[in-house]
T-cell receptor, first 109, second 117 residues
Framework: TQLLEQSPQFLSIQEGENLTVYCNSS?????LQWYRQEPGEGPVLLVT?????EVKKLKRLTFQFGDARKDSSLHITAAQPGDTGLYLC?????????FGSGTQLTVLP | IAGITQAPTSQILAAGRRMTLRCTQD?????MYWYRQDLGLGLRLIHY???????GKGEVPDGYSVSRANTDDFPLTLASAVPSQTSVYFC????????????????FGPGTRLTVL
């Protein structure tokens, strides 16, 4: 069974602060996706990274795929209360996704 | 376009009872999935279907069954519910081109919150 470990599990910060969420595995994935989930809803895709070392930016969010395609990070600059939610990484292999346990982010105004 | 719908939204069920969670998508996606989400464990795959008429087991299939009679519907059945099946269940779908690993987006329904007493 492939495992994806996310850290931290919980994060509470003030508006305007920066933060980084990590997603680590001992397995190699063909691609890695980041989803965001709000209470009472299903996860929604934020980004897919495919190439080792790839960096993608989505406004204030920066996603990086590790060179060996085993890990990834999500960095948020100047966090806002609207960024509050559960962030899930998901590694893809053989057409299936393995999800991490998630990072619950709370941004306080 | 509704995307993916799930029913019921929530359910309280006595242990030992049979329950079917419904999932319908209108995006003509070939692949569909059922996950359960428990606190601290993320989303775990129960069963999946790569195309109508085929199904496969995921990480935690025991106690659950699925069918895929057509492209749009993918019901999940608990034959005899147990308290450990208390969870939030999410159905998802994606378009997966044949013959490729792919990295396509999975679209999720709003979830069914199930409590087994």
């Amino acid at each position: 069974t492939q495992l994806l470990e996310q850290s931290p599990q919980f994060l509470s910060i003030q508006e305007g602060e920066n933060l980084t969420v990590y997603c680590n595995s001992s397995s190699v994935f063909s691609s890695l996706q980041w989803y965001r989930q709000e209470p009472g809803e299903g996860p929604v895709l934020l980004v897919t990274v495919v190439t080792g070392g790839e960096v993608k930016k989505l406004k204030r969010l920066t996603f990086q795929f590790g060179d060996a395609r085993k890990d990834s990070s999500l960095h948020i600059t100047a966090a806002q209360p609207g960024d509050t939610g559960l962030y899930l990484c998901a590694g893809r292999s053989a057409r299936q996704l393995t999800f991490g346990s998630g990072t619950q982010l709370t941004v306080l105004p | 376009i509704a995307g993916i719908t799930q029913a019921p939204t929530s359910q309280i069920l006595a242990a030992g009872r049979r329950m079917t969670l419904r999932c319908t998508q209108d995006m003509r996606h070939n692949a569909m999935y059922w996950y359960r989400q428990d606190l601290g464990l993320g989303l775990r795959l129960i069963h999946y279907s790569n195309t109508a008429g085929t199904t496969g087991k995921g990480e935690v299939p025991d106690g659950y069954s699925v069918s895929r009679a057509n492209t749009d519907d993918f019901p999940l059945t608990l034959a005899s519910a147990v308290p450990s099946q208390t969870s939030v269940y999410f159905c998802a779908s994606s378009y997966e081109p044949a013959g490729t690993g792919g990295y396509n987006e999975q679209f999720f329904g709003p979830g069914t919150r199930l409590t087994v007493l």
